[in-house]
């Protein structure tokens, strides 16, 4: 106990993955307390001139007892030599390509990445001479070909959010190490807990906290950990882009993620249940989860991840879009909302935006997060949607 409440990095790499999640970032509290204060604060008193320039805390943005506590805790989730946060897994997103990237610079992302990021790099990255090229997700044989010497940073988001296609990562990591770019993964889907992406060779590893680690549809935040090799130049454009999060939000992210380990083993367990179901409807053309051997990728998941979350999509059989309307509009235990990870189950339909490869869906796009209820509930909902659905059609 006495390694974990000091706050010199205590060694937490002999412990379980279950173990580190309950120690990491523990020793920034005072009094005794189990967790750390809320710091709020922008000025920090110092005692005289001299330490001005040479103490630990200088001002409440670079950093407080609170945001230390929950670096540390994201570091030792990812398995990374440090990390930082950020007020959206989107400025996540943006700090971290700001970071690495400059004007003349290529870069390579995944054609299944969040839109938004998308919409980043098709705008503000282009206005600032960062040129981005889309490579299919499933094709990482042909990412070698597409390298320029110019290119220094390949982004991958796996599975992808929507489409749930598995990246292979260290192949990947392979063909950056080759050619000298960085590798960038979206590790939202797995909380960080179900897939250790910077020791699969990502160089670079974020978050949507406001998925997994947050847990509870509250939070809005993004986390980023990264290499030995690679922390300096993130942390130095951190620091220049006046990225922070505020206290409240912090202290949320670390009750979150001392139970992520228990959320997630029901996540998963639901989400397998519902998704085997949903592989027996006669209305469903497709299920898209990687713990499931239909799923693209599934083979890598299998030998890359330890396990699943709560979110996967299904493809249904060609219908009318009132059709899927009446299924999803008369589900009593879904939300109809953007976001997941929370405890509460989520259906929306989907539309999937592709620049580089071909995808086809035979019918409308459904995608399904699955929270914390009793697995059967959920069942009984959705068959009564599928009867909707029928009627419908
Ligand atoms: C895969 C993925 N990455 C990043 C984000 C952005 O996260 P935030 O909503 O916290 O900005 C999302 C949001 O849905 C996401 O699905």
Not at 91 to 108: K, P, V, W
Not at 170 to 198: M, T
Not at 279 to 298: F, I, Q, T
Not at 368 to 385: C, K, S, T
């Amino acid at each position: 106990m006495k390694q974990i409440m000091s706050n010199s990095k205590p060694d937490l790499s002999n412990l379980s993955p279950e173990t580190r999640l309950i120690t990491a970032g523990r020793g920034y509290t005072e009094h005794g307390f189990v967790n750390p204060a809320v710091y709020r604060g922008s000025t920090i008193l110092l005692p005289d001139v001299e330490t001005l320039h040479n103490q630990p805390h200088a001002y409440g943005r670079r950093g407080t007892p609170t945001s230390r506590a929950l670096d540390s805790a994201i570091a030792a989730l990812e398995g990374g030599h440090d990390a930082c946060v950020t007020p959206s897994g989107l400025s996540a997103i943006s700090t971290t390509l700001l970071s690495y990237l400059n004007a003349g610079d290529h870069l390579l992302v995944t054609d299944a990445v969040y839109y938004p990021a998308r919409h980043l790099c098709d705008t503000v990255l282009k206005r600032l001479g960062i040129e981005t090229t889309y490579f299919d997700p499933l094709a990482d044989g042909m990412l070698a070909e597409m390298i320029r010497p110019n290119t220094k940073l390949i982004y991958c988001e796996t599975p992808g959010s929507q489409t749930m296609e598995v990246q292979d990562i260290p192949a990947i990591a392979e063909v950056a190490v080759r050619h000298g770019c960085k590798l960038l993964v979206d590790n939202s889907w797995s909380g960080g807990h179900y897939f250790k992406a910077l020791q699969q060779g990502a160089d670079i590893s974020l978050q949507s906290a406001s998925k997994y680690i947050g847990g509870h549809s509250d939070l809005l935040m993004g986390t980023i950990s990264s290499t030995a090799e690679s922390w300096r130049q993130l942390s130095e454009n951190y620091g220049t882009l006046g990225m922070c999060a505020g206290p409240e939000d912090i202290s949320l992210a670390i009750r979150g993620l001392r139970t992520l380990d228990v959320r997630l083993a029901r996540h998963m367990s639901n989400a397998i249940a519902l998704a085997e179901w949903l592989r027996g409807r006669p209305e469903v053309e497709k299920v898209m989860h990687p713990a499931l051997a239909s799923s693209d990728g599934h083979a890598i998941w299998k030998r890359d991840f330890t396990g699943s979350s709560g979110l996967f999509s299904i493809e249904l059989k060609p219908c009318s879009s009132a059709a899927v309307a009446a299924m999803i509009d008369g589900l009593q235990l879904f939300g109809i909302g953007f976001g997941w990870g929370g405890f509460e189950s989520l259906c929306i339909p989907f539309r999937v935006k592709r620049t580089a490869s071909v995808w086809k869906p035979a019918g409308p796009c459904l995608r399904f997060h699955i929270g914390l209820e009793n697995p059967d509930d959920l069942i009984a909902d959705l068959g009564d949607g599928f009867a909707r659905l029928r009627a419908a059609t």
